[in-house]
């Protein structure tokens, strides 16, 4: 799903009326060629509009929501839930927070959050609302293959329709996918400033823990499998380089 | 059109060979060099023009082509060797260079030394072609092919396991380009039950093997140059 490109006009319009597309794309940093090929073809990307509108000052996350397709992110923001709120700190950041909590220092700077979006956060933020078979039910609603879905999330990315099917999917409100995707930050999804520290503060001690070590576990099967795969290519290249 | 394959084969596999001497006097992978050599040197002598020259020089009685059959022997050990390790299937390796590939090799080559003694090989002619046709040179061929096909054929499982893995896009798909040529050296053993024709369809195979083997080890060294190049090119800007 993309933006069609009248909507998109009329949009533009509406916040930049005496701009010219030149303009606009030096403002904003989509390159010219880029934006007029989405034009052409009728299908303007998300992450232009996301671009153009911080450029004008606009809040990209309301803009998105005046286009037909995304008609979901209009009306009373639905607050994140706890789960979604700590799957996007990242792993490093939840090992410092574990540190913190068990060993207290006085005189130790408190831990300021990485800004979103994690190395990990799409897939952290897909199982934090997974009740058990979200999968299945994103393929249903939307028709994508289980195993194309599961490489978006090997791959860290999720493209915003996708993220809208699959809160729709799981039941939460519609910006924790583009906040995981890293469409838009949190702030302009309108999360509250210091949501995500609030809710790991309330993690108990051992939560806290477990949690950690997970996704400690994870990173460490990602990372042995990139080792892996290059003593593959290099064990090649030695031999036949 | 078979002759433009032919000498298409020979200036690639001659290039490769000639882009790998700077290495190769660097002391990097010589057998690379030598591999490359080998593969050019069997593409020469199975074209016309140069076989007939050669086997002038060496007594007109086709004594080329048997050294033909021996090179090339000699390249699949070397190559099934290298790649065996390369793509780290010690079971394709034990097949090639163990005691049964060993026995392999050297049952394939008595039978075919005896079989080529066993013929009135007088006249030079490419591939033995113009020679009375009989069971000899039927099992003479079906030998030049068997052993290229064995070596393969240890070759085909590791190499297609390790497709399959992510890694370089351009690594991947020289495996895939060497895994092609592998698997055309063991269609070639059903070179018999080609009916006379699609007889044009033999060198069709011969050749695009050479030619994708060529061309895949060629790719898998041009990956790791590029990759070898970006990665200094990160560490400078660092």
New interface residues.
Partial sequence: MSLPSKAFQRWLHGIAPNTSTADVCRFSGVKRTTLAQQLVRGKVAETSLVSISRAFDVNPFDALAQFEAYAALRGTPVPPTAAELISQVSTMDLLRAVVERSEPQDGRPPLILADTPHATSVRNWVDAIDGGELRHRVSDATGIAPQNFSAHLTANRLPPELALATSRAAGVGPAGGLVASGLVTESEAGWPPGARREALDRLSEGELALLASERLQARGKTLRRQEQ?AD??N??????? | MIAVLQWTTLSVCLALTALRIPSAIRGENRMMLVLFALISLDILLSIEGPYLLIDAWLGNVNVCNLLLRFLLYGTLLLMGIKVAKAFASPGGERAIRGPVGLAVLGATAVLTASFFFSMDTRDSTVGLNDLDPGPAVDIYAALGRFYPGYVAACLVPGMWRSVRRSGPALLRAASATLLLGLGLLIVSQVFPLIPAAFAWLRPLINYSAALASALGLGGIWLSKVIARRASRAVMSTQ
């Fill in positions: 795969e593959h290519t064990r090649i290249w030695e031999n036949l380089g």
